[in-house]
């Protein structure tokens, strides 16, 4: 069982609607990841918080908006999707606020999500 | 820039027999390495890290060890089994100075499947 709780598991919505991805963790960890994975690709880097402040940003378009509100949750907002976003994305979580001990990132089942 | 690089798959073995994924990295510095399993329909799951130069990582019959001379981090087992079926992603972490303060990132592989057969 995953320590890192995603939820929905699968998501289907269309271009013009809002909606919400939530990731919850209990493990005490400082940093929280948001990562998109196509098929058959490996992850890739969305966002980053660190004690709960937005630390990175890779360049995603606005239409993702991510939100930490307490040290144990993650929410990704999303609004006006296209059909390419259509992926899985996977939270993690990760001891300390940063990666400067090496600590592993621990992951979410991730949620499936497909924009119509 | 920081890479890594795995070997191709799918790789497709019998049970029992023995298997090497080879991982190979381009960074500055002196990055930790891991190895991550993905099975169907799940996210990823640490495997086994090793955090320096001659460090071996081990899980589960797993083993893999940090090679500086030859910037190699190839996982082996010895005897496979079907539930060994699924993704496995090499990575290193990358760290970088942002705002001020100290962040890293996971550079990934891009991922080699492996099938157990029975």
């Known amino acids: 069982d995953t320590e890192v709780t995603q939820t929905p598991k699968h998501l289907v919505m269309g271009m013009t609607n809002k909606k919400s991805l939530k990731c919850e963790q209990h493990?005490?960890?400082?940093?929280m990841y948001w990562y998109k994975q196509k098929a058959k690709k490996p992850p890739e880097l969305m966002f980053v918080?660190?004690?709960?402040?937005?630390?990175i940003n890779e360049s995603v378009p606005s239409r993702f908006s991510p939100e930490c509100p307490n040290s144990s949750l993650l929410n990704l907002h999303l609004h006006a999707l296209q059909p390419e976003d259509s992926a899985l994305y996977l939270c993690?979580?990760?001891?300390?606020?940063?990666?400067?001990?090496?600590?592993?990132?621990?992951f979410g089942n991730g949620t499936r999500l497909t924009v119509t | 820039g920081n890479s890594v690089t795995q070997m191709e798959g799918p790789v497709t073995l019998s049970e029992e027999a023995f298997l090497t994924i080879n991982c190979t990295y381009t960074?500055?510095?002196?990055?930790?390495l891991f190895w991550y399993v993905q099975y169907p329909g799940e996210g990823l799951q640490l495997l086994l890290k090793?955090?320096?130069?001659?460090d071996k990582g081990s899980n589960k019959g797993f083993e893999a060890t940090y090679r500086k001379e030859t910037t190699s981090f190839h996982l082996e087992k010895g005897s496979v089994q079907v539930s060994d079926s699924a993704v496995y992603f090499c990575?290193?972490?990358?760290?970088?100075?942002?705002?001020?303060?100290?962040?890293?990132?996971?550079?990934f592989g891009k991922g080699t499947k492996l099938s157990v057969k029975p």
């Open positions: 918080y660190s004690y709960e402040k937005l630390s």
């Open positions: 990575a290193l972490s990358d760290l970088a100075i942002n705002y001020g303060g100290s962040q890293g990132n996971l550079i």
């Open positions: 960074a500055t510095g002196y990055p930790s």
């Open positions: 493990m005490g960890h400082r940093a």
């Open positions: 090793a955090t320096k130069a001659d």
């Open positions: 993690a979580s990760s001891q300390g606020g940063t990666l400067l001990n090496n600590s592993p990132l621990h």
